[in-house]
Structure formats: structure tokens, C-alpha cells
């Protein structure tokens, strides 16, 4: 079932997170100190919407990586009911998809609800504070980028790194729903 993320009020602080990456390596947001800003980007590999997000989130992220703008992946949904979304499926995906930032694994999905993310993709944008600058959508056209009129998400870091205020208009993320434990 497809929901909207919820809305979070700009300027929120970004939550501190210590988290695993699928090599074993740890992340909290001290990890990202030298990014001029933080793309988090709540996610998982079996929703079609978020598997439509991938390659996008990918080539933001080789775009801006001269701006200094770091992106992070994190997935909360329960393996349990979701075995694709599995911590060795994860790893699988990294080469598979060509994955070039961290993606991470919530296990407890205490970092999801901090954040108020609910379903994937849910994209929180950060300033250089970890500020919340933009929550929103990546494009208007999800099932088919060929007919992509709006690159919401990519005209957001391009405001960000020029030093404009946060776009007043946001439109919400669209997703499955985060898988949650019962």
C-alpha cells in the first residue's frame, strides 16, 4: 500500500544514529562531519518505489559528490516478513546496483521513528548544522523518469549548495509503507 511521507517541520535537527553498513563498518552523523550536507534516505530493496529511487539516489550522489553533499542510505523494515530486505540481501544490492554511499541497517527501526519516516522512499535533506532543509519527493514521475518534469529533490541540492533558503513548496515522498514489527 503506497503512503506519503509525513511532514517534519524544517529546521528539525537531524537525529544521531549509530548504525551498521553492510561491510561492518559503523556510521553515525559525525561520519559525514566534512559533507557540507546529508541526504537520508530511509529505504529498502523489495518496495518498487523504492527500487525506482536507487539508480536516481546513485546519480545524485556522483553528481554532488564535488559539492560535498553525502548521501546515506537506511534501511528499517523487518526482515522477518520482508526477507529481501535482509541485512545479506542489502550486501548483495551494494555491487549489484552499483550502490556508491553507505546503506545501513536499522535494525531496532528506533532511527526510522526518530526521524519520522514512514515509507520508502522518505528523503530528509540536511544543511551544514543538520538542519532539515528539504523532506520530500525526488521527482514527479516515479514510474516513469522518461516523463519527468520536476527534480524536486535535485533542484533542492542545488538550492542548498548556492546558499538559497529552503523551498517553500515540498511535495511529499511516495512509498510503500515501512514494514514495522509487530
Known amino acids: 500500500?503506497?503512503?506519503?511521507?509525513?511532514?517534519?517541520?524544517?529546521g528539525t535537527k537531524a537525529f544521531d544514529f549509530n548504525l551498521p553498513d553492510t561491510t561492518?563498518?559503523?556510521?553515525?552523523?559525525?561520519?559525514?562531519?566534512?559533507?557540507?550536507?546529508?541526504?537520508?534516505a530511509f529505504t529498502c530493496n523489495h518496495c518498487p518505489y523504492a527500487r525506482a529511487a536507487w539508480p536516481?539516489?546513485?546519480?545524485?550522489?556522483?553528481?554532488?559528490?564535488?559539492?560535498?553533499?553525502?548521501?546515506?542510505?537506511?534501511?528499517?523494515?523487518?526482515?522477518t516478513l520482508y526477507p529481501e530486505d535482509s541485512f545479506e540481501v542489502m550486501k548483495e544490492k551494494m555491487s549489484k546496483w552499483g550502490i556508491n554511499f553507505p546503506y545501513l541497517r536499522d535494525e531496532s527501526q528506533e532511527?526510522?521513528?526518530?526521524?519520522?519516516?514512514?515509507?520508502?522512499?522518505d528523503i530528509f535533506v540536511y544543511d551544514?548544522?543538520?538542519n532539515l532543509y528539504?523532506?520530500?519527493?525526488?521527482?514527479?514521475?516515479?514510474?516513469?523518469?522518461?516523463?519527468?518534469?520536476?527534480?524536486d529533490l535535485k533542484a533542492a541540492l542545488n538550492d542548498l549548495a548556492e546558499g538559497k533558503p529552503a523551498p517553500t513548496e515540498q511535495k511529499p515522498s511516495?512509498?510503500?509503507?515501512?514494514?514495522?514489527?509487530?
Not at 134 to 147: A, K, L, S, T
Request: glycine share 4%.
Open 1 to 10: 500500500m503506497a503512503v506519503e511521507s509525513s511532514r517534519v517541520n524544517i
Open 24 to 40: 561492518g563498518k559503523n556510521y553515525s552523523l559525525a561520519s559525514f562531519k566534512d559533507a557540507s550536507s546529508l541526504v537520508v
Open 56 to 79: 536516481l539516489l546513485i546519480k545524485l550522489a556522483n553528481e554532488f559528490h564535488e559539492k560535498k553533499i553525502a548521501f546515506v542510505a537506511i534501511n528499517p523494515n523487518d526482515q
Open 111 to 121: 532511527v526510522a521513528k526518530a526521524y519520522g519516516a514512514v515509507c520508502t522512499p
Open 128 to 130: 551544514k548544522n543538520r
Open 134 to 151: 528539504y523532506h520530500g519527493r525526488i521527482n514527479d514521475n516515479w514510474q516513469e523518469p522518461e516523463n519527468v518534469t520536476r527534480e
Open 174 to 182: 511516495i512509498g510503500c509503507s515501512i514494514k514495522w514489527k509487530s
